[in-house]
């Protein structure tokens, strides 16, 4: 790939930031040099303790068993953290502004309304029998009520497991089912782009075959027409007009569970990833603070929705923990229209932004015009996670949406490791443009070859792992430690294993290039899809790209190419030939795409991230055996694939 230009920290920024260049060198090299009075410090200064822990650090990352303990023996509550504990100096400043569907309805919530709200909900919950230790479902729209009924589960003590308001029915039965959850919260419907989803009705099709779900709550949203069960069901807020606001914290053990989610379902069957307390709050805060470089009285905004890790450490947890501002937003990027963010942007004058390649991406494909509009001069930083950025939507972002004013923080990181592993921070990280960049503090990442599973030093290309426990790490999979040992620590014995491959350049930057189990073998080479992808996406009439590998009597493996055109693009076989060429100038001769399908959408999981396992699927045509599809947004998008593909 062509060299990419750096941006360089720009210097207003690295003046006022929490971290400059020189304090990101030796704050990392204390972290890994002496993790334990590094994480201790970090600790004390993030989070306010019952009781202080005996020991920082206890693991093992096997062969035999695999344990990992952050402040063992500590004592604290994260609502009391997120809520009480700011009461006296911001009791009366906002906490969540909240940005309706319709543009002309939102609200807020002050930290005192907040925590108000959470311990009368803390209290409906125990009278329906909740206690400490038990698992709590969450199914909801993106309204401030998803984060009380969050933040309510963690002052009693009670295990939330947050389900995506946009899966289906059999998708929540079997989450509800995995995690034993015996209460539901939920809301009539929800409402995004002007369209309302039946989430009661989606409830009860899925409640029909949970027997032991004894309560659920009802949030009233749109007031739209619901069945209800008289023994099992309870409106919000007639419960809520009756409860008392005084609900004590549960005193926390530092690793007793804090939450339960499952995976986006990318590469398989979903796994119901466990965060305990302690370790994962105080992980959460610190990357919230110095990634995003948050300083006091802004305005963030994070686009995601609380059903995935992002919005439960970046909506949530993460920034109520340092006091701040943040956004919830109940619509989508393009409802009115397309430059719905940008005017929310504006609205509400929100300084720090996150969101994830899949906007990203969908906004360029609709161009400049909508996003001109609007002034953004509000903006500081951007934020992207979730995917390989590639190079030429990065730019996009950085030049139309920031102006070439707001450093881009390219975060990479998983369900699994709670928070951000490895990103810039905006006042000490110059930028390349597609690379995360450089791991954030005692985070130790190495590349192993794929292979044979020894060390890379220096630059190379390789496996991505972690050599050591950092305090968001999950910490099992609910009800299946060995799948977690199998999953995570077989493969690399001693390393926590990513799943994704990485490159790493000769200034030690980390480049992420995609799932290991979807880099391409051409003829004895490896290539990443994140790369291909990228060469495809320069061209100008190609909006969004997806390669995978098929069968190839020579090659071993041929590369296969899924073009989505920008909006108005004919598709002909001058551009195919012009796409092939382009990725040979880009990355060498070896790059030959020997397959190019148009595709009008390509198959996303319902967080947005491509799934190239059943790209891969309908390339090899083996379109029978497609796998775990329940994740899908949109299954009609496979079935075009499928009647057009190009390898019959
Ligand atoms: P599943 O594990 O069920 O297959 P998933 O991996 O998509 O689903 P998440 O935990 O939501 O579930 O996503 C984490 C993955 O997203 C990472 O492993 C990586 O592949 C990708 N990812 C996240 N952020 C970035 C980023 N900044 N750059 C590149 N890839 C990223
Ligand atoms: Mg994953």
Request: charged share 25%; hydrophobic share 35%; with cysteine.
């Amino acid at each position: 790939m062509s060299e990419s230009k750096i941006h360089e920290v720009p210097s207003d920024i690295a003046a006022r930031a929490h971290i400059d260049h020189d304090q990101y060198q030796s704050l990392y090299q204390r972290s890994v040099e002496d993790p334990e009075g590094f994480w201790a410090e970090q600790a004390d200064r993030f989070v306010t303790w019952f009781k202080k822990w005996d020991k920082v650090m206890d693991y093992s990352y096997g062969p035999d068993d695999v344990f990992i303990r952050w402040f063992d023996g500590g004592k604290l509550n994260v609502a009391y953290n997120c809520l009480d504990r700011h009461l006296d100096t911001r009791g009366d400043q906002i906490a969540i502004v909240w940005e309706g569907d319709d543009p002309s309805v939102d609200r807020s919530l002050t930290y005192r309304e907040l925590h108000a709200e959470v311990c009368k909900l803390g209290n409906v919950l125990k009278s329906r029998g909740v206690k400490k230790g038990d698992r709590v479902c969450i199914y909801m729209p993106m309204v401030p009520e998803a984060a009380v009924a969050m933040l309510a589960c963690a002052r009693i003590g009670a295990v939330h497991s947050v389900v995506f308001g946009g899966f289906s029915p059999d998708s929540l039965r079997d989450r509800i089912l995995d995690s034993d959850c015996r209460v539901l919260i939920t809301a009539d419907e929800s409402l995004r782009g002007g369209r309302q989803v039946p989430l009661k009705k989606n409830a009860d099709q899925a409640l029909a075959e949970c027997p032991d779900v004894s309560t659920c709550l009802v949030i009233q949203r749109t007031g739209g027409e619901v069945a209800w069960n008289g023994e099992r069901d309870l409106w919000y807020h007639e419960a809520m007009a009756e409860a008392s606001v005084d609900c004590e914290p549960e005193p926390m053990d530092a690793e007793d569970p804090l939450f339960i989610l499952y995976t986006s379902g990318s590469t398989g069957k979903p796994k119901g990833v466990l965060h305990t307390t302690g370790g994962y709050l105080v992980f959460a805060a610190m990357t919230h603070l110095y990634t995003f470089d948050y300083q006091d009285g802004e305005m963030y905004w994070c686009t995601a929705d609380v059903g995935w890790v992002t919005g439960h450490t970046y909506i949530v947890y993460g920034p109520l923990a340092n006091g701040a501002k943040t956004l919830m937003f109940e619509g989508v990027p393009n409802y009115p229209d397309n430059s719905r963010f940008w005017q929310v942007v504006d609205k509400h004058q929100v300084n720090i932004f996150y969101t994830a390649p899949t906007a990203i991406r969908a906004l360029m494909r609709a161009g400049t015009d909508p996003v001109k509009a609007t002034s953004r001069s509000s903006l500081r930083i951007l934020g992207t996670v979730g995917e390989p950025i590639n190079p030429e939507a990065w730019e996009w972002y950085y030049q139309v949406v920031g102006d070439s004013r707001c450093p881009v923080v390219d975060t990479w990181w998983q369900t699994e490791t709670g928070g951000h592993l490895i990103t810039p921070l905006p006042g000490a990280t110059p930028l390349k443009p597609g690379s995360a960049t450089r791991p954030f503090f005692g985070v130790v990442p190495a590349l192993v070859d794929a292979s044979e599973g020894t060390l890379i030093d220096g630059a190379g290309e390789g496996a991505l792992v972690i050599t050591r426990p950092w305090p968001g790490q999950m910490r099992t999979v609910h009800g299946d430690h060995q799948r977690f040992i199998d999953t995570y620590f077989k493969q690399y014995p001693g390393y926590y294993f990513s799943g994704d491959g990485s490159r790493r350049d000769a200034d030690g930057y980390y480049w992420i290039t995609g799932r290991i189990d979807d880099v391409l073998n051409v003829s004895g080479h490896r290539l990443g899809t994140a790369e291909i992808e990228s060469a495809l996406v320069l061209h100008e009439a190609v909006a969004e790209a997806a390669v995978v590998g098929y069968p190839h009597d020579i090659k071993g493996q041929g590369i296969y190419a899924y073009v989505t055109t920008m909006a108005g693009v004919e598709p002909t076989d001058a551009l195919k030939q012009e796409l092939v060429k382009l990725v040979r100038t880009e990355i060498g001769p070896i790059a030959t795409v020997d397959i190019i399908q148009w595709a009008p959408g390509l198959p996303k999981t319902r967080s947005g991230k491509i799934m190239r396992r059943i790209l891969r699927k309908i390339a090899a045509n083996e379109v029978s055996a497609l796998g775990d599809t329940s994740t899908l947004a949109d299954p009609t998008v496979v079935e075009d694939l499928i009647d057009h593909r190009a390898n019959q």
